[in-house]
């Protein structure tokens, strides 16, 4: 009977723990839905943004990725940003895509200009850069040098 019982505490303990993981992954995964108002930002390449991705002003999160879409006349991709309500950019604002580590990971980084008239939701971001890729960098400076001999 004392074996039943310990089994018992030791499978309270563990589904325990696995709730806590499973709490924590919610909270850190930042499930919410996508608050806030949407604008847009055209891209001649996404870079490896995908939805859900965040949205960063100075470092700090300011709202997420919302969708990616092709522009069937252009053929530029638009990138749907929602923004939280209490943060508005400036109508100069530029965009640019820049990598959140060297192992990978990708976030959209707003540069506010100075503009006293600011963005609402559905305008566009056309002052945007495109990401730089290491690995094209890579291939230029090694067959550069190749060259150089």
Not at 85 to 104: E, F, Q, W
């Amino acid at each position: 009977m004392q074996r039943n019982t310990l089994e018992i505490i030791m499978g309270a303990i563990v589904l325990l723990a696995a709730a806590g993981f499973v709490s924590l992954a919610y909270e850190a995964a930042d499930l919410k839905g996508a608050n806030g108002y949407e604008i847009v930002a055209e891209f001649g390449s996404t870079g490896g943004l995908s939805a859900g991705d965040d949205v960063r002003i100075s470092g700090i999160k300011v709202g997420r990725i919302i969708r990616q879409e092709l522009d069937p006349i252009t053929y530029a991709a638009r990138i749907v940003i929602a923004l939280d309500p209490a943060i508005t950019v400036p109508a100069d604002t530029s965009a640019r895509i820049t990598a959140a580590s060297l192992l990978g990971g990708n976030y959209l980084e707003l540069m506010p200009g100075a503009d006293e008239t600011m963005m609402v939701a559905g305008d566009v971001i056309y002052d945007t850069r495109d990401p730089v890729s290491l690995t094209d960098l890579l291939g230029k400076a090694v067959f550069s040098a190749g060259d150089a001999q």
